[in-house]
């Protein structure tokens, strides 16, 4: 019997130093030289295998468990985000303009704390644990793709080939002892889109010869809501927004083209389907009737991130028996902020769970990505002690 909240709570002073150390040095994502070379160097000093550049800056380290077993890999974000802190912890920013504002400094501490109490227990585990130090969660950092995907380019996802995955975040809605283990989907998938529309140009005031783009336009604008409104069952949930419009330059002229851009955020993959299928059919349909010509670009930004209901179960459980105090939330955790790790639980199943960190009474309880946000330390010892139990539950199932 492991008794991992006991282990956390003893490596805390571990876990909290690392915590810090990461916190005073921020870097931005596919920068993250000096965090993964930390990270690095305490996996090896435990004698854990260590690949390095995996998705640039990203860094695996492989734990074999004695007997056979299925790959478990488990995802700890490292980046922080252009954001000058101003929370005047003893531990602030050293690097100017950079804070970790996300709590990944945490997330990356809770791995290497996790990798110490799994990598203890390697005698009595069936199958191995991927322990996946991933760069740049926040965005693209001027690279083709984000973090996630580029390690899954590099083949973290082989070498064992990986089964299940988990994968957390602090949580500063919340308070400290919430958790939250949802089945189905948590977080919402993102899209832009770009709609040109080429008309025929001309005088204001002979509207008759031309083909006018920005009546199309409007129209186009006015159509889409109604994939919300009359497309999608009521009790789902869809967001479609025009986030800009450029067309014309002057009063007495009808302008050759308009252009639209804006975003789409849905959880469902049926849903998201369909209303991607509409958009196109309502912009290309309109366009069309209006006899202008249309160039539509739907791009993804990150898919949303879906939990499988067996490994969520199985994590459920676990934080049940390892806090039984606690009233474990099992609603979708509805956010339409994005996350990268949905294009890894694309591809494997797996569970994303979320750690409240929030403390009101010691004033940590900024939203994350504000200049003053910080979190309550004691969050990294539910959040290692939750990640390593859930990750030998979930071999043994
Ligand atoms: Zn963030
Ligand atoms: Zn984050």
Partial sequence: MNDFLKQAEELFPYTQSLRRDFHMYPELGFREVRTGGIVAKELEALGIEVTKGVGKTGVVGLIEGAKPGPTLLLRFDMDALPITEDTGAEYTSQSAGVMHACGHDGHTAIGLTVARMLHSQRDELAGNIKLCFQPSEEGLNGEEMGGNLMMMRDGVLDGPKVDKTLSLHLWNDKPLGWINVAKGPVMAGAELFIIKLTGKGGHGAAPETTIDPIVAAAQVITALQTIASRNVAPLKSSVISVTSIHAGTTFNVIPQTAELTGTIRTFDPTVRKMVLERFEQIVRGIAETMGCKVELEIKRVTPPVIN???????VLRTAQTLFPQTDVETEPYITMGA???????????????MVGSANDEKNLNYNHHHPKFDFDEQALITGAALMASAAVDLLKT
Avoid at 308 to 314: F, G, L, Q
Avoid at 339 to 349: A, I, L, P, R, S
């Fill in 308 to 314: 499988n209901d067996e490994v969520s179960e199985s």
């Fill in 339 to 353: 996350e990268d790790m949905g294009f890894m639980q694309e591809k494997v199943d797996g569970c994303y769970f």
